[in-house]
């Protein structure tokens, strides 16, 4: 018996590309040996990843970051992430901005079969799954029961189908994988990249929560395509240093990045009951089953540790009281820019862009990620801009107006404004006018892409902003009550750009 990458099937028989409005067509792709179907919005967070020279099984750790094998993106090829129950009706929720396979990777097998793809916008409508690490790798050895799901060969031969297997750990080599396979179940060609999911119990210290210990790597197969024997799964934990010094996104929320419990507010909605699906869909939103609190397996929860403190603030451009050239156009490009931090706070909620033209209505636009970065296209005419952090506790900081004229001198501030800025407070007692300039932060977006940020309340609170669904694009501009006029929010052309990470402090380190 032959140890086989799980990807090789799929290169014997190249797929085609296929296009993002090409989600219809069927895809002859390379599932599960043994095991179940899974139901509507069952593992919803296990995505059907294609490239050009065949297919594969990825999972979403993070809003922006899905999970894969090295071997599913060599050479950090570009590849189309897909969410269903089948591949050839899966759909595309948000654009792949890059992949990057670990460079280590030489298919030798030694617990280095690890990648990621970041995704150009966040995807919110699914519960993620983080990867497993700190204190919640204790759970894994022999004899650990874990979950397999992945779309590849099945022992009937048909692929390209949502399947999940339980199966128990045979042992966790030396190299760093996970070994399994038992009585003809286990995974195969095309479940590669996919998840080893495993239940942190509540009776061995856990909260019944799930997470990703595992990325599926290789299979022994007695003939190509012919499982059932064991298989090996890099572990997770190993591809975290890689994916955050590569994208700059902390895909660890409960954990700083040495494993000591840190928690932010990313830390909790872990589900509970992924397997379950239910009512709804992929593209209007999946009933995806109860989710866990802020978690406490390795710690106290986050709400353990108030934050009265108001996170720092500072524009980095504009300046103000600066004037920008016209172009031919009779437009100019503004970059503006803003670092947020809260310190040993719960993090940053959003940091909201308000635009007030001297002769027209005020617009927003809320970021709920850093970069805190505007690329945007004014028309000539008198501008005040003032940039407003919120924390997840309801702590505001404002940064005071900042006045900028387009082909024009800089205007006055509003009446009974000035530029001095810095004015902040805590939940529900934001100073200056933070509070009122705050609210209605939620958006439209452009089009039907909504991604906006909720209510901050008109007592300066943040309140829990809840995001859009659509397919998480969009750049979240609203318009809001002034007694300037009215004017036109889609002017200002605003559009968010990529950043990078800012990673936490540790909190807490007491294990449970």
């Not at 060599?74 to 897909?82: G, K, V």
């Not at 024997?229 to 990045?257: H, L, R, Y």
């Not at 968010?496 to 540790?506: P, S």
Request: aromatic share 6%.
């Amino acid at each position: 018996m032959t140890r086989v990458s799980l990807f090789a099937l799929a290169l014997l028989a190249p797929l085609p590309a296929l296009a993002a409005d090409d989600l219809a067509v069927p895809m002859p792709t390379p599932q599960i040996y043994g095991g179940h179907e899974t139901e509507q919005c069952g593992w919803p967070q296990v995505a059907y990843l294609s490239t050009n020279g065949g297919a594969c099984t990825a999972t979403l750790v993070h809003p922006q970051i899905v999970l894969t094998a090295a071997h599913c993106v060599p050479n950090d090829e570009t590849a189309t992430i897909r969410f269903g129950e089948r591949a050839e009706a899966a759909v595309q929720l948000a654009q792949t901005e890059y992949c990057k396979s670990n460079p280590q990777w030489n298919d030798t097998g030694e617990g280095n079969d690890y990648a990621f793809c970041k995704l150009a916008t966040p995807i919110t409508s699914i519960p993620v799954t983080p990867i497993a690490f700190g204190c919640e790798e204790g759970i894994l050895g022999a004899g650990t029961q874990v979950t397999h799901v992945g779309y590849g060969n099945d022992e009937n031969g048909d692929s390209g189908r949502k399947k999940y297997v339980q199966l128990s750990v045979l042992q966790v080599s030396n190299v760093g994988e996970i070994i399994t396979g038992s009585n003809g179940n286990g995974i195969c060609s095309g479940d590669s990249g996919g998840p080893v999911m495993v239940k942190l119990k509540a009776n061995l210290g856990g909260d019944d929560t799930w997470r990703v210990i595992g990325i599926h790597s290789w299979a022994q197969m007695s003939e190509p395509g012919v499982c059932g024997g064991t298989a090996g799964s890099t572990i997770a934990s190993s591809a975290v240093d890689f994916i955050e010094s590569q994208s700059g996104i902390d895909v660890t929320p409960c954990f700083d990045g040495n494993g000591n419990w840190s928690p932010t507010w990313g830390c909790q909605g872990f589900p509970i009951d992924p397997q379950t699906g239910g009512d709804g869909s992929y593209n209007a939103g999946c009933a995806t089953g109860p989710l866990d609190d802020f978690s406490s397996v390795c710690g106290n929860p986050l709400t353990d540790y108030p934050d009265h403190d108001a996170p720092s603030l500072e524009v980095v451009s504009p300046t103000g009281n600066q004037m920008f050239e016209v172009d031919a156009g009779g437009t100019a490009e503004l970059h503006i820019e803003a670092n947020a931090d809260d310190g040993d706070g719960w993090g940053i909620a959003s940091v909201e862009l308000v635009v007030a033209p001297e002769d027209g209505e005020m617009v927003s636009q809320v970021l709920e990620l850093a970069p805190y970065r505007w690329n945007t296209t004014f028309p000539a005419g008198g501008y005040n801009l003032k940039l407003i952090a919120t924390d997840h506790a309801g702590n505001v900081t404002d940064s005071g107006w900042i006045a900028v004229g387009v082909g024009t001198e800089a205007p006055d501030n509003p009446p009974g404004e000035d530029t001095t800025g810095g004015s902040s407070g805590e939940a529900g007692d934001a100073t200056g006018d933070a509070g009122t300039d705050g609210g209605d932060a939620g958006g439209s977006g452009e089009g039907d892409d909504g991604d906006g940020g909720g209510d901050a309340g008109s007592d300066g609170s943040a309140g829990e902003a809840p995001r859009g669904d659509g397919d998480a694009q969009g750049c979240g501009c609203a318009t809001r009550p002034s007694d300037r006029g009215r004017g036109d929010a889609g002017t200002f052309a605003l559009v968010v750009i990529a950043g990078a990470l800012a990673r936490r402090r540790a909190r807490a380190r007491s294990l449970h």
